[in-house]
């Protein structure tokens, strides 16, 4: 949730607990857990051992590791500043070392360790076995540990990993000439995966064209019939030949079922198999941004006695995607009739990195959906799965990429590596409900003329279904074999020939450097900047006063154009520039700018049942203090806004024209309203209490929205609050939750023009990320907020965060203080009792950087400093005008 200027007192309340709303569930190695099928998931994200750094031996099992601090995955090797751009993180070796004993109820069983991700190359050793080496951080390592364990004894796993510069695979690029950042480590969760031997198998692990796992296509859908297509492989790892059925149940939203099917299999001793059926649903609930419907598919495998042998179920949405060129997109048989605005999205968050639990990335898509968001580009690269989940049940279209930007390596083994990622991306996210295209080529990269068919045909060939598509940039090599291309807005490019068979879209827009060396731009505010340069970016990305792709442009231009994703919703780091990129509608922590709130007023303003938000909305973008702008800007989707200056004051009406061309609700400006000479005179007359802004939205004249904003006063408070989207936050030791500090006055009006430092203390079950080497604690304020990333100890419990101004007097705030709770974790952990207490022993230090890193830290900066002025630089600038820096600038 937002708070904005007058903070509720509902939300302070001590004892405040999360979670009276809607609870996400999250997918575990592509499947969710089905009762007494014999098949369990386990978390292996607690208590690990961790080193930064090469060490001989360390795979060895009995390798002395009791010096080595305790962290929880997902764990990103360090926690930086909330500007970490320019090549400040760590690049190089680090170790992972997880004892554990299994237990007896896993004797028998097949065993598969499945990493989300880990960055970079890795090696996976069971018990001094080296059982994997995987290459690139962005795609499921999986390894089968079934014979690798003893038991009634400790087990290690040791995982190396290097996410240091490697052009020999994919991304490639040296990260010091990269607009992101690798970061590192197992940034994503890992899981033990336990089943019988006769078991449906994974996708990722069997290395199947168009097969493996569960594979489920939608030859043909309508409102009155849905044919669907199941392929399910299945493999036998008895001695013995095996017989039965295969039992499928598709359950509405509500649980009841609305079809069975059923097939029936032979399998011979030692061997694996695909069985097809198909099957048809009547009158289906189709799936669209609009109305996300998803169906739970349970799927059981029987033996010929009817005993459940293995099973689990799927998250569905029947939907059908058609791009007709001309004739624009169509969902579900019908033309979409308006413009498909999203956005890109990096993964990274603020201290953390890439290290992003899953309520995590399940709050980013609902702020983006809030925001009114109806599409996410995954730039560049594959994202962690529960982002997936989030987007199938939030209704979010997702463009799902190949990792890579701006980098070819001629080595054949390069090609390959991205071969095996088109691959293995499509087959881990083909059965989304939220798939709107593939991107198998490789983002603004000039490669040889083949690999463009070459990655169209490998999509082809492991999802030979309808409703997969994939799309390239229109000036890249190879563009002529797909249907869907990236390009500007025909309102931008009115001499452009469109071809009236392709379909266009623009991947990125609203980014506006002067160039691509000093990145300066109207574009690019950090909220700690304040009032007006936040409504330039504002009005830049809603209808900017001169020629530029803007929000407005895309309700200008023809439906062949079917819309834009904008970069970027989120503040975030990259490794070739000192700044971190400042374009995002939201900072690095997701706390809002102005023109998020014009983002949300383009929404539908009819209440919807989606779990995001919806409905009318209004939001005064004037803060009232003596350096706010004269005139009083007001977002909304209202039809009628009515602004009211002061108590029994002057009233100014605007109204929306409804048949003006562009976008539906730009932003509303009410000329000279505001001066602060007038409060100056209010308050000198002891009046203060009748000093307001108040906007009041109306549909069809009836009184819809309204928003009031006063003057903050003297500083009197310290206030705080969750910023938890309503989830319930998890006591595993991996789960963490926004909390925002205001210095406010006394009416609880956030003092915007305040440079206080605040310092944090937490106690209970919980620590505050960041806390070594002030990384993150003491925080300065930035527009009034100081926020700080307060994460789970693996017992639930009672947390309580105290913020305090850094240095005390009489005459300053008192301290404010918010108790929240933790609740168990949903998911059975894997751990070794007395690892985990070691972590818990050393949770407030286990990061820190030693003597040695911090000047290896120093020696990186200085020779960025020296590369920024390099060919490779100018490499950079010169591939990003060639792919869409060069906009139209009249």
């Known amino acids: 949730m937002f708070i904005k200027k007058t903070l509720f007192l509902l939300l302070f309340t001590i004892g405040f607990t999360a979670g009276a709303q809607h609870q996400p569930e999250f997918s575990t190695a592509g499947f969710y857990e089905l009762e007494e099928t014999g098949r369990k998931s386990f978390s292996m994200n607690p208590a690990w051992r961790f080193h930064k750094g090469a060490v001989v031996g360390a795979e060895k099992k009995n390798f002395n590791d009791k010096e080595w601090p305790v962290v929880n995955l997902p764990n990103g ?28 109820n896993l004797k028998g069983k097949k065993l598969f360790l499945h990493f989300e991700a880990i960055m970079g190359k890795s090696k996976i050793y069971v018990n001094g076995k080296l059982l994997k080496e995987h290459f690139g951080g962005y795609l499921p390592a999986i390894v089968d540990v079934s014979d690798a364990l003893n038991w009634d004894e400790d087990n290690v796993i040791a995982v190396w990993t290097d996410n240091s510069n490697d052009p020999s695979y994919p991304p490639g690029k040296d990260q010091e000439v990269l607009d992101f950042a690798y970061f590192g480590g197992i940034y994503r969760d890992a899981w033990l995966i336990s089943h019988n031997k006769v078991h449906i198998t994974n996708q990722n692990y069997e290395d199947e064209t168009a097969g493996g796992g569960v594979l489920v296509a939608y030859p043909k859908v309508s409102g009155k019939n849905a044919r669907i297509l199941l392929k399910t492989q299945l493999k036998n790892e008895t001695p013995d030949d095996f017989s039965g059925k295969i039992e499928y149940l598709f359950k509405d939203a509500s649980g009841e079922i609305i079809h069975k099917g059923s097939k029936n299999f032979n399998l011979k001793a030692n061997s694996a198999a695909h069985f097809n059926s198909e099957e048809n649903i009547k009158n289906p609930r189709l799936w669209a941004p609009e109305h996300p419907h998803l169906y739970d598919l349970e799927i059981e495998v029987k033996n010929n006695k009817g005993k459940v042998v293995d099973g689990y179920r799927k998250r569905i949405g029947i939907r059908s995607l058609e791009f007709k060129g001309e004739d624009g997109f169509w969902l579900n048989g019908k033309p979409y009739n308006k413009p498909i605005i999203g956005g890109n999205r990096h993964q990274d968050f603020a201290v953390v990195g890439n290290a992003v639990p899953n309520n995590i990335h399940w709050k980013d898509a609902k702020k983006l959906r809030d925001a009114g968001m109806i599409l996410i580009r995954n730039a560049h690269y594959p994202q962690d799965p529960a982002f997936m989940d989030a987007a199938d049940e939030l209704g979010l279209f997702v463009i799902v990429n190949t ?108 980014d506006n450097v002067d160039d691509w060396n000093s990145h300066n731009s109207p574009s690019r505010v950090s909220r700690a900047w304040g009032e007006n340069p936040m409504l330039v970016q504002a009005q830049h990305y809603s209808i900017p006063p001169y ?303 030693s003597s040695k890193n911090q000047e290896e830290l120093e020696e990186k900066v200085e020779k960025l400093q020296q590369e920024l002025n390099t060919i490779k630089l100018k490499e950079v600038e010169q591939q990003q005008e060639d792919f869409g820096g060069k906009e139209i600038n009249n």
């Open 403 to 510: 990792p890579g930007w701006q980098f070819w390596n001629k080595d054949p083994q390069f090609e390959q590596f991205v071969y095996q990622d088109i691959r293995n991306m499509v087959r881990r996210d083909r059965d989304r409900a939220s798939l709107f295209l593939w991107e198998p080529i490789l983002n603004e990269t000039w490669y040889p003329d083949a690999f463009a068919k070459n990655a169209k045909e490998i999509v082809e060939e492991e999802f030979p279904y309808p409703n997969s598509h994939s799309a390239s940039d229109l000036e890249a090599k190879g563009s002529e074999h797909f249907d869907i291309l990236y390009t500007y807005p025909f309102e931008m490019l009115p001499e452009e020939e469109a071809d009236p068979s392709k379909t266009y879209f623009t991947r990125e827009w609203g």
């Open 77 to 104: 090797i360090e926690y930086l500043p909330q500007e970490a751009s320019g090549g400040i993180n760590y690049q190089g070796e680090v170790w992972y070392r997880k004892h554990f004993t299994p237990g007896a």
């Open 547 to 849: 020629s530029y792709i803007s929000y407005d442009i895309f309700y200008k231009t023809s439906r062949q154009h079917i819309g834009g994703a904008l970069w970027h919703p989120f503040d975030h780091q990259r490794g070739y520039h000192p700044d971190p990129f400042y374009g995002g509608i939201m900072d690095a922590y997701r706390q809002p700018k102005y023109s998020y709130y014009m983002f949300k007023a383009q929404r539908n303003p009819e209440k919807s049942n989606l779990i995001a938000e919806t409905g009318p909305m209004i939001y005064i973008a004037n803060e009232m203090t003596p350096f706010s702008p004269n005139d009083v800007t007001v977002f909304s989707n209202c039809d009628e806004v009515k602004l009211t200056k002061f108590e029994n004051g002057e009233t100014f009406t605007h109204k929306i024209d409804k048949n003006r061309e562009g976008m539906p609700f730009p932003p509303i400006v009410f000329k000279d309203v505001y001066n602060f000479m007038d409060i100056k005179e209010k308050h000198r007359a002891k009046k203060a209490n009748e000093v307001f802004l108040k906007a009041e939205g109306f549909i069809d004249g009836k009184l819809v929205a309204t928003d009031t904003v006063r003057p903050a006063l003297r500083p009197e408070k310290i206030m705080l609050w969750l910023d938890d989207e309503n989830l319930d936050l998890h006591a595993n030791g991996s789960d963490f939750v926004t909390v925002v500090a205001a210095v406010t006055d006394k009416n609880r009006n956030i003092k915007r023009l305040n440079n206080s430092t605040l310092e944090f203390e937490i106690s209970g079950e919980g620590e505050i990320l960041g806390n070594q080497n002030f990384i993150a604690n003491p925080q300065q304020l930035r527009w009034g907020t100081a926020p700080v990333l307060v994460k789970t100890t693996n017992t639930p419990g009672k947390i309580t965060v105290k913020a305090t101004l850094r240095l005390e007097g009489s005459q300053r705030p008192v301290s404010g203080e918010i108790t929240f709770n933790s609740v168990s974790a949903k998911k059975e952990m894997v751990y070794d009792t007395e690892e985990l207490a070691a972590y818990k022993l050393n949770r407030n230090s286990t990061l820190q950087q």
